[in-house]
Structure formats: C-alpha cells, structure tokens
C-alpha cells in the first residue's frame, strides 16, 4: 500500500499549487480520488466522467485494431491485388504483415493526437486553476479514426491544436462548447489541406508518394468512384466487413454496429440519436432513388452515380455509420431534450445523404451535417422546451379563466 | 379514494441497514439542542439569554420580522450555551434538562368547531408552526395566506426510510384532529397520497385520499402535487411531513408541546437497526451507543441519505423535523483503478461496466465517497429517467446556476423543492450539487419575487 499512501502524502503538498490539477489528473488516474460528499445526497452512483468517457474508448478499440490491419491491407491489396470472397476473419486480412505496416502508420497518429491534445487541457488546466477534464479522452481517440492513414504529422498536430483551442476551450472546457471537438479537428483539415484530405490517392498508404511512378496503386474511396459514375469494385461484403479504402478506423461496419450496440446498452450513447440519423439518412436515400426512377436524372448527370445507389447502401458506404454512433451522440454538442433528440437525429442522417449526393468535390457529408446540426442544436431544444413552458402558461390561463 | 397516481420514472435505493419493527424506550436526554438552521431562511431573535431558566413548551427565539413564529423549549432546563458562528450567526442552542420537569399549558382548541385564526394562533404558539412548509420556496408557510391545497404524504419512499404507521402508531386520535383542523384552513382539500388502502390514513375524515405507486420519489409530496395540481404562478400551497400531524393534534387537544418521536435508527454502520422513542433536540450518541456501532469511522446524518442534514459525529442531537437517524460509514479512501474497473457493490443507473442491473433486489452499502470528481455537466437524458416531474431537470439547473429569474419561473420552479432533484443528484456523471443549486435558486426567487 505504499503506493497509496506517497501519493496521498504529494497530493497534500501540491495542494492549492498551480500544479496541482496536473498532478490529480495523474493521481485520479490511479486511483478514484477520496472525496466524500458534502451537503445534498450522502451518498452518490458508481459511474463519473471518467467511466463514461472509457466506455466510448472501450467502443472505439475495435475499430482502431481494424484499422491498423486494414491500413497494411489496403497498402499490400493495391500492390497485389484484392483477394476475392474474403470472410471477416480471413487470414488474408488478420495477417502481422497488415498488422505491423498498420502499427507504424497509425500509433503515431493516436500519439500525436492525445500529445498534443492532452497537452493543451493539461496547460488550461493549470492557467485557469480547474481539474483536467475527461472529455479530450475521447477525442484523442475519435480523431485518428477519422484522418486519412497518410496524413502528416504535423498537419494533425496543427489541427488538434486548432481543435482544441478553438473548438473547445475558448468556450470554456468539456461540457461547455458548441461544436463537436474531433469534428472541429476534422474540419480545420478539410478547409486548411483540401488537397490532402480529398481526391483519390490519400486513403491508401504510399500512395501518394507513388503518385506517377511506374508503381503507381490507386487510393480512391468508393464514395469517390461513385462520385465520378465509375465502377465501384468491392462487394457489399467488403463494404460490411470493412475492406475498403477510408479513414482509419470507419469502415468497419460489423464493428461499428457491434460498439453502437454496446453504447446504448450501456445507456452511454444516445440510441435516439443513432436511430433517427439513420433513419434521416434512409428517407433522403429513398427520395433520391425515387428521383431516380421518375427519370429526372438521367444517366450521364453528375449526380446519377450516388443518387441511383440503392438508399440502404448508403449506411454501409462512407462513415454515416460512424457519425451516427461516435460523433452525433456527443452529449455536449447534441440537442440536449429526448424530443430533441429525434430531430437532430433525422436532419443530421437527412442532411448527410444531401451533401454527399450534391458535392462531387468531396463526396462525404457526414461530418458537415453533424457540425451544421451542433450549431442548430440549442434551437432545436429551445422549442422542444417551449413547448413545456407553454403548457405552463395554458394550465395558468385556463386558471384563471 | 379518488384515483390513482401511477409514477413511473424513478429509482429505488436498497441499502443495509432497514429498521426492524421494534420499539424502544430511551432514558431521558441530559442536554438538548436546537440548531435554528433547521429553520430555513428564519434569523432568530433570542427570548431568553444564556443562563435563563425555561419551561418545557416556553418559547426560546421567535423569526425575526415574524414575532409570531417561535420555535419552544423540548425540555425544562436552562439554556446553558448559545453558540456562534462566523458574523455572530448563531448555531447552537444548549439546554441542559431538570431533574424535576415543569410545563408550559396553552389553550386548548377543538378543532371540529374552532375559527381558522384560532387554529392558525394555537400551532403559532404552541410551536407547531415550522412543521408547516409551502410551494413556492419550500419555506416555512407564511401565516397571512390561505393555501389552496394541502399536501400530505402519508408514506415515504426514500431509502430506509421509518415507516410512517409504526412512527404515528397509538396517535390516531391527534392526528385526526391535526387533519380536520388543517381542512379548515385552506380553501382546498388536505390531500393525502398513501400506498396502502388499510393504513392510518385510510380511516382518518376531512381528507381526500389518493393511492400512490411507483418507485422513489412517488412517496415525495412534491411528486404527488406534481401529479396532482401543480402549482401554478401565484398559487400557494402547504405541505405537511406525517410524523409532525401527532404533535400538532396534541397541541390542540391538550395545549401542551410534547416534543416525543419515534424516529428510525438505520444505516449499514449500525448492529442492530431499530426505532427509539426520543425527543426533538435530544442526543444521539446514548441511542447509536446502545444500538452498537460496525465501524468507527462513520457519518451520522439527520434524515435519510438523500435529504439528511450531516451531523456531529460525536455529540450529535436529533434534528426538528426528520423521522429517520441515518448512519453510513465514511468513504474517505482511495479506489485502486476505481473509474474503470467493473463495479458489483454499487448503485449506477447506467451499465458502463456497473453491474447492479444485474441483481435489481440486492441491497447495497453504501460510503459516502463521491466516486469521482465534480465536473461541469456533459450527460444528458439521464436525469429524465429518474424524474417524474413534468420538468426539464437539466435546463432548470442550468437557469438557477445563472440565475435567469424569468427562465427559472418559466421551466416550474415554483412547483419544486430541492428534495425533488436528490436522486438527480444522486446518479449526476458530474457530481453537481443539484439540491443545492435548486435551493439557492428558490432563496433568489424568494428574495426577488416572493
């Protein structure tokens, strides 16, 4: 019990020092810190923060061990060749080949991401004399998911920096910003890197540097082939599974589906919110397949390619999925009443079908929608409670009537 | 019986440590005290100095601004000690008891024929009068107003809580005469909710009975109200604990204060968990001593483990108002891996690695540590589950922690006290002080407006 006790004993003496948040940050890592309760409830539930946000990681492993495999296999399969018929577990894919070549791209963005992220909280922490707050342990892990697996360092660096400062600690730390922080992140390298972010070469390691070499491996998205009427070569099978081209950890849709099953089991996601966006995403699918059928759009128009794709196939290409569990149900930036959850739900899947049939550029609309609909969020709620204060108000009249 | 009311949002809390329905009798306290902080928002003018000599029923200090609301001595004795806080705030009041015990006698008051104005006299003089609470505010009730309801819950669902029929148990006849004296002094009915068709209540007259099921908080007076008639802008009504009604008929069938409870002894700490005959005001440590203590290092709280007011842990005296004496063992100790390991022997309403989903019927001991530290508030739709109020509990926090009047009137605060969010408090990710909040909000309110 040594342990214990010299870490009480330093606690003691950080204590009212400017270090002291950092220090406790390290400490209640360790351990679940001694506080009693004082004043209200004697006694409190089992789960804080901290528990809460290392669910959602313990959702998200799954899909960042896929990716390192998937990042070696996409790079080997555009070299080799893409093995026909695979099933999940195929050794094709599970292979250590895949797994080192993955290992060396991806850990160094998941280490760059919480460095510099974690760095920043640590530092407003210690400025503005508050505990360090759980929410960048998430984000630290949602935001090498969702870059391309080549990106540079030092552009991500760049980006989490941005992120964190703009996104999230202007408005005041976890609990207090508008947009959803890894969201944020992705954007600022979306609109800073457009050429990095976009296009056909990023989504496969080396590709890029390959570029117009005899060696040349093509790393397109099937978002991208659809968006250019070109012929997309991978089954639904892969697309489910996850053998595709895209950022790091969203395109495994078993393993998406299962860690969306064990948030709203858990009751830590919001299964309103997951439901009504792929609920959205399917009606805007279905409109434009009828747009289709009725032949307002004929064969030829840029948009035929991604409006003609059967509306259900919208959720297992792209990172709809993705968005829908990992990003849309951030507590913080979402609509904030049950009722308002199931709008901000459907419009945030409505909306994503819509960018990313209407804008060929860059045909993933996923996470505009989720930054359109965190900034419409508060209205949304602002209704819903209207609502409530009216029948107040009505109860009061009919009163005094 | 009019019909029911069915909660369905809520959680109930099993601990170790339920009271076995046995009663005892304890020898007569030595010291007794009254803390005027159970008097919330009343700033005390003394009547009597230290060293002044009283009877058992004299008054001790009445509200400043409100010379007619006094609080009265348990005892015969002499006020031995008048302890201060900071600015002079006073804290506690000693009073040592007599050998030789004397009484103050008031009027008595038949309650079948009396006026309101001399019921209202009767409890204000004979010190009944804090035990009466009112929405708006949840203060004690302003005497000038005639409410339009009254609200009485005739159960209690908290956990541990004493079981109201063995509390008032050989008192039917004060607490009829409680009730049909309270019928007359609102424009409405005494409300009374109840969970069972054969207990004390059900027989009792001058009421309108209402069968209450659900999980805690049904048992709350604000749920039922909730369900009800909620209060409206403008409205008042009062609110009335059961265990208080035994008191208040005596004072009017016999004019004297007879300050005599049966309080619960609970908690997982305690041996032998049972129900003791005492007095406002009287120590607690010959009762915890008696019962015998698992541990030493405890928390004595007066009422339950939601509501309760902490209190000495040695020297501590029964508080005014609470029917349950609760203690739990401290949790002032580190957890290894405590925020990410699985956790079997806690309460959680999630299922984040917490397994009480599990066992719903397991009953649980509990510490007082917080499991985590305080945070600003990132979950939402957790609350809603365990609130049955018609209520956005999440948005009326925030509008009292930034004190928007208008908001905070407009989302129902007049309708709530700060015993409704105890169990949002409870299962708070963020570990904010939610009564706490709501109580500041009410005082605002209070000050501004009411």
């Not at chain 1, 595709?244 to 969203?250: A, D, H, L, R, T």
């Not at chain 2, 700033?43 to 008054?59: C, H, Q, S």
């Not at chain 2, 409870?261 to 032998?272: P, T």
């Amino acid at each position: 019990m040594g342990l214990k006790e010299n870490l009480h004993k330093l606690k003691m003496k950080y204590e009212g020092k400017k270090m002291a948040p950092a220090f406790n940050a390290l400490h209640t890592f360790l351990y679940l810190p001694n506080m009693i309760t004082k004043g209200g409830t004697h006694i409190k539930a089992a789960d804080d923060l901290k528990r809460t946000m290392n669910t959602v990681i313990l959702a998200l492993v799954p899909c960042l061990i896929f990716g390192m495999f998937n990042a070696g296999f996409q790079h080997y399969a555009a070299i080799n060749g893409m093995p026909e018929g695979m099933s999940f577990f195929s050794t094709a894919f599970w292979n250590m080949d895949n797994f080192l070549l993955g290992l060396v791209t991806v850990l160094p963005l998941v280490i760059v991401s919480y460095g510099v992220g974690l760095a920043i909280e640590f530092l407003f922490a210690v400025i503005k004399g508050h505990e360090v707050e759980e929410g960048y342990l998430v984000t630290g892990m949602l935001v090498p998911l969702i870059v391309p697996v080549d990106i540079p360092l030092w552009m991500l660096a760049v980006a989490v920096a941005f992120g964190v400062v703009i996104g999230k600690e202007v408005f005041g730390g976890t609990g207090m910003n508008i947009l959803n922080p890894a969201l944020t992140i992705r954007a600022f390298l979306f609109f800073a890197y457009p050429t990095w972010m976009s296009g056909d070469k990023v989504w496969v390691h080396e590709a890029v540097e390959r570029a117009g070499t005899p060696d040349a491996i093509s790393g397109e998205t099937i978002l991208g082939s659809y968006a250019q009427n070109s012929d997309v070569m991978y089954s639904l099978q892969d697309m489910f599974f996850g053998f595709i081209p895209g950022s790091v950890g969203e395109t495994s849709k078993l393993l998406i589906i299962i860690g969306a099953l064990f948030l709203i089991f858990t009751k830590v996601g919001s299964w309103r919110i997951i439901l009504s966006t792929l609920i959205g995403a399917l009606v805007m699918g279905l409109i434009f397949n009828g747009v289709v059928d009725a032949g307002w759009i004929q064969e030829g128009s840029k948009f035929f390619g991604l409006m003609s794709v059967p509306f259900w196939q919208h959720l297992i290409i792209g990172s709809i999925l993705f968005g829908a569990v990992y990003m849309a149900t951030d507590p913080v930036s979402a609509a904030q009443t049950n009722k308002g959850k199931w709008i901000y739900g459907f419009l945030i899947g409505f909306i994503s079908i819509l960018i990313r049939v209407f804008n060929p550029a860059y045909p993933e609309g996923v996470f505009l929608a989720i930054l359109l609909m965190n900034v419409f969020a508060p209205t949304i709620d602002h209704y819903v409670i209207q609502g409530n204060i009216n029948k107040r108000k009505k109860r009061l009249k009919v009163k005094t009537a | 019986m009019s019909k029911g009311i069915k909660v369905k949002r809520g959680l109930d809390l099993r601990l170790v440590g339920e009271a076995s329905k046995e009663l005892v009798s304890t020898r007569e306290s030595n010291t007794y005290v009254i803390k005027p902080s159970d008097f919330h928002l009343v700033v005390p003018k003394m009547i009597v100095k230290e060293g002044g000599r009283l009877k058992k029923g004299d008054p001790i200090f009445y509200a400043k601004g409100n010379e007619d609301l006094k609080v009265l001595s348990p005892v015969s004795g002499t006020l031995t000690k008048i302890e201060r806080g900071a600015k002079r705030v006073i804290l506690r009041i000693f009073i040592e008891a007599d050998a030789q015990q004397e009484e103050t006698v008031y009027n008595t008051v038949d309650s079948s024929s009396a006026k309101p104005e001399e019921i209202k006299k009767a409890w204000l003089q004979g010190g009944c009068w804090p035990f009466i609470m009112q929405r708006p505010y949840d203060v004690i009730a302003n005497q000038g107003t005639t409410p339009r309801d009254i609200f009485i819950s005739g159960f209690s669902t908290a956990p541990l809580a004493a079981d109201v029929d063995f509390v008032l148990q050989g008192k039917e006849k004060e607490v009829q005469a409680a009730l049909t004296a309270l019928s007359k002094l609102t424009s409405g009915k005494v409300h009374v909710g109840v969970n069972s068709t054969s207990g004390l209540f059900a027989a009792m007259k001058d009421i309108e009975l209402h069968q209450v099921s659900g999980p805690h908080p049904a048992g709350n007076v604000g749920t039922q109200i909730n369900k009800l008639s909620p209060v409206n802008k403008g409205e008042t009504v009062w609110t009335i604990a059961p265990q208080h009604l035994a008191i208040m008929g005596e004072m009017l069938l016999t004019g004297k204060y007879n300050p005599e409870r049966i309080i619960a002894f609970v908690g997982s700490s305690l041996e032998n968990p049972k129900y003791f005959k005492t007095k406002i005001g009287a120590e607690l440590d010959p009762i915890i001593q008696e019962i015998g203590l698992k541990e030493e290092n405890v928390r004595v709280i007066n009422g339950d483990v939601l509501t309760g007011v902490q209190t000495e842990k040695q020297g501590g005296h029964l508080g005014f108002a609470n029917s349950v004496v609760t203690v739990i063992p401290e949790g002032d100790d580190y957890e290894f891996f405590g925020w990410n390991k699985p956790v079997f022997d806690k309460i959680s309403t999630s299922r984040a690695l917490t397994f009480s989903w599990l066992n719903p019927k397991k009953k649980y001991e509990l510490t007082t540590n917080t499991n985590g530290e305080h945070r600003a508030f990132v979950l939402t739709g957790n609350y809603e589950e365990v609130f049955p109020l018609d209520i956005y509990p999440l948005q009326t926090l925030k509008a009292c922690m930034v004190k928007d009047l208008d908001q905070m009137e407009a989302l129902g605060m007049y309708e709530v006290a700060p015993e409704d969010f105890a169990l949002t408090e409870f299962i708070c990710v963020s570990k904010q002080p939610h009564q706490q909040i709501i109580r500041e909000g009410l005082d605002l309110m209070y000050k501004e407006i009411g």
